[in-house]
């Protein structure tokens, strides 16, 4: 190829890459009566990504995949991306106020998908994949939670490397048992999976739940713990033969520290759950710590995740418990 030739190709190539760039236009957005906010976009083969915190859309913002439900309203900003979300369109916003008999919420209760680390792993695709594996093997004891749950073990989806899969084969696989646990999950991302499809078709006897960790950096203590009550009432709802066993959020960071003072204050609110919705409450995050509070890397090596050792430390300390709920004998 000629250099004429060739400048001319990169100049038309660069020219329909910002034409197509121009031609991405912002979703259209409606809600009905009901509150159910709609996305739609013109641009064939794109992706629809929002934030419901007053942020500009970014290319690891919520992913669009199903109406929205604001009734209580909301500041609510859209993008139309190219699929590789290297191009964008103009941001679109739309303030909605609260329906007649609902107020504001905390982002706590508000059900969204999240994307916060993608490309390292499609959460949409995780979703679909866990959904469907759980609904074919009907486990007896189902885990849901953050990467912290994530990471345990069974049936791996993506890249994440599971860590406790040694344990998780001695204590659960012979109990035929499913993880829900998706990394970054916060307490409205778990909502949002368990209204759409993540519970459906199976009835386990026990779902143990961890969640609430990655809500601490931006809210407080009484939202979150309304949030993970917020959980607890959907299971209830969807899965009422099953019982619950709420574990109180782990301790995070090496040495005493704010955030853990707001967990023990999470914790303090949601033990109150004990006794209602099929729910068992227990704390078990004591056992990380040293005589002097401290986390060490042998069982948390980032100081919030377990390792091998860690995970054998969380299944000891709920084994009684969970022996006890599923009514298994000695």
């Not at 986390?295 to 995970?311: A, R």
Request: charged share 20%; net charge neutral.
């Amino acid at each position: 190829m000629t250099k004429s030739l060739l400048l001319s190709f990169l100049l038309s190539s660069t020219l329909l890459c910002a034409q197509s760039a121009l031609q991405l236009t912002a979703p259209e957005i409606s809600r009905d009566a009901a509150g159910t906010v709609t996305l739609k976009s013109t641009a064939p083969g794109t992706t629809i990504l929002y934030t419901l915190d007053g942020a500009d859309p970014i290319a690891k913002s919520n992913p669009y995949l199903a109406p929205i439900d604001l009734p209580s309203g909301g500041t609510l900003k859209t993008r139309t991306f190219a699929l590789d979300r290297k191009t964008m369109s103009e941001p679109a916003q739309a303030v909605f106020e609260p329906l007649a008999g609902h107020k504001p919420l905390p982002s706590t209760v508000v059900p969204v998908t999240q994307d916060r680390s993608w490309p390292q792993y499609d959460w949409a695709k995780r979703h679909a994949l866990t959904s469907a594996a759980v609904k074919k093997a009907k486990p007896q004891i189902l885990f849901i939670g953050d990467s912290i749950t994530h990471f345990f073990g069974g049936e791996q989806f993506d890249g994440y490397s599971l860590r406790g899969q040694q344990t998780w084969g001695e204590f659960y696989a012979p109990r035929n048992a499913g993880n829900l646990g998706f990394g970054w999950d916060k307490t409205e991302n778990v909502l949002w999976r368990l209204q759409h499809g993540a519970v459906d078709g199976i009835s386990p006897e026990l779902i143990v739940i961890m969640i609430g960790t990655n809500n601490t950096g931006t809210c407080s203590a009484p939202d979150i713990a309304v949030g993970i009550e917020a959980i607890v009432q959907e299971l209830s709802k969807r899965l009422p033969q099953s019982k619950i066993l709420l574990l109180g959020i782990f301790p995070r960071g090496e040495k005493p520290n704010p955030q853990r003072e707001k967990i023990t204050e999470i914790n303090g609110i949601i033990a109150k759950l004990h006794g209602t919705h099929n729910v068992a409450f227990l704390d078990i995050g004591p056992k990380f710590l040293t005589p002097e509070g401290l986390i060490t890397k042998d069982i948390m090596p980032d100081f919030l995740h377990p390792n091998e050792k860690g995970y054998r430390i969380w299944a000891e300390a709920i084994e009684p418990t969970v022996k006890h709920l599923m009514g298994e004998t000695q």
